[in-house]
Structure formats: structure tokens, C-alpha cells
T-cell receptor, first 111, second 117 residues
Framework: DQQVKQNSPSLSVQEGRISILNCDYT??????FLWYKKYPAEGPTFLIS?????DKNEDGRFTVFLNKSAKHLSLHIVPSQPGDSAVYFC??????????FGTGTSLTVIP | EPEVTQTPSHQVTQMGQEVILRCVPI?????FYWYRQILGQKVEFLVS????????KSEIFDDQFSVERPDGSNFTLKIRSTKLEDSAMYFC???????????????FGEGSWLTVV
């Protein structure tokens, strides 16, 4: 039961360009969304969040967009840097319950 | 910066043995979680814990698993009679309040690799 989907397992972007990572969900009750970054053999690191009352949240180079009607969110990283190379997970929760994670997208930023 | 710490970082155990994974959540957090990630698969929720009891658990979290907060700082995951398929990275996480739509962030530890042989 995949309630949160990241359909692109990998993405390669040139340094300085924009990286766009996508995430789709099926549960209309989800009201809070998070993006995490994960390096190999390390725990997920929180990046940015958005609640369902907003459609955009920005933090430095990272912006998350939420399209509730499409049940879609995206993470934009601009400009992309080689240090951004990692696996990015989106996660969603409903009404304070458990977070459901996507399968992740591996981002490679090419210098 | 406060962080969630986990021990051991890696444990190899024989099938059928019991394993205890330990976690020290961020000190002012009240909600604690265990997640796991089998190699190459998604991060999966196991259990959440609040006020000294389990608040939610997944179907993965069967009688083989238990959690405990033995003192004011530690949060443990016990896996009894380990199986080969329990091999995974186990992540502890903590947060200071449940999502109400106004914001909640869970912070993860570095993970404990469990290899069952």
C-alpha cells in the first residue's frame, strides 16, 4: 500500500541548475509533508516541511510546493550544488499519525 | 544542535537471538518512533510511543518486537528471536508534538544497522 510515491528513482542535474524532485500521494487526509535528505549509512536529515494550509514554503535554496488538488508536492533546489547529491525522501502524515515515506529519489549534482 | 543518538551503529547477530537497539531522543521531546529501512527499500514505520505507551504501530510491529523507555533518557527497541528478514537499518526518531497541521518535525538518529546471519 504505497500512499506516498516518488516515481523517479534517480535524477542528475548540472551544478548551478535547478533540481526538481517530485512526490505524489493518495491519501487526501494527509495534512503535513516533509522532505528529508539521506546520505548512505546515515539517518534522514530534515530539510523542509509544508502543511496543507499552504501551497509553498521556502527556506534558502529549498522550496517545497504543494498542489492539494493533484495530491502532488515537489522540492526545488536552486542553485544545485554537488553537496546536494543524496537520496531525498518525501514523507506525509495525517492528523498527527505516523509518517509515510516515499521510496526516495537519488539526486546527483554534476560539477 | 540537539540530536538523536543511537547505539550500536552496527550489530551482527545470529538468527534466533534477541537484539536490543538503544536510542537517546532529543531531551525535551515527548514522542518517540522507530522506523526501519531494508536495503534498497523504503523507510517503514514501526511504532510510535508517547506517555510511556505505544500510540501507534504498524503491522510489521508484531509480538516479536517491543519498545521500552526504561529511564528518563533511553528508548529501546527489542527484537526477540531475530529472523534473516529483520536485517535492516533501524532508525529512532523523536519529536516534540504531534502534527496538528501547524507543524511537526521528527528528527532521526543515524541508524543502527542490524545484520542477522
Amino acid at each position: 500500500d504505497q500512499q506516498v510515491k516518488q516515481n523517479s528513482p534517480s535524477l542528475s542535474v548540472q551544478e548551478g541548475r535547478i533540481s526538481i524532485l517530485n512526490c505524489d500521494y493518495t491519501n487526501s487526509m494527509f495534512d503535513y509533508f516533509l522532505w528529508y535528505k539521506k546520505y548512505p549509512a546515515e539517518g534522514p536529515t530534515f530539510l523542509i516541511s509544508i502543511s496543507s494550509i499552504k501551497d509553498k514554503n521556502e527556506d534558502g535554496r529549498f522550496t517545497v510546493f504543494l498542489n492539494k488538488s493533484a495530491k502532488h508536492l515537489s522540492l526545488h533546489i536552486v542553485p544545485s550544488q554537488p553537496g546536494d547529491s543524496a537520496v531525498y525522501f518525501c514523507a506525509a502524515s495525517a492528523l498527527g499519525n505516523q509518517f509515510y515515506f516515499g521510496t526516495g529519489t537519488s539526486l546527483t549534482v554534476i560539477p | 544542535e540537539p540530536e538523536v543518538t543511537q547505539t550500536p551503529s552496527h550489530q551482527v547477530t545470529q538468527m534466533g537471538q534477541e537484539v536490543i537497539l538503544r536510542c537517546v531522543p532529543i531531551s525535551n521531546h515527548l514522542y518517540f518512533y522507530w522506523y526501519r529501512q531494508i536495503l534498497g527499500q523504503k523507510v517503514e514505520f514501526l511504532v510510535s510511543f508517547y506517555n510511556n505507551e505505544i500510540s501507534e504501530k504498524s503491522e510489521i510491529f508484531d509480538d516479536q518486537f517491543s519498545v521500552e523507555r526504561p529511564d528518563g533518557s533511553n528508548f529501546t527497541l527489542k527484537i526477540r528471536s531475530t529472523k534473516l528478514e529483520d536485517s535492516a537499518m533501524y532508525f529512532c526518531a523523536s519529536s516534540d508534538y504531534l502534527s496538528t497541521g501547524s507543524g511537526n518535525t521528527i528528527y532521526f538518529g543515524e541508524g543502527s544497522w542490524l545484520t542477522v546471519v
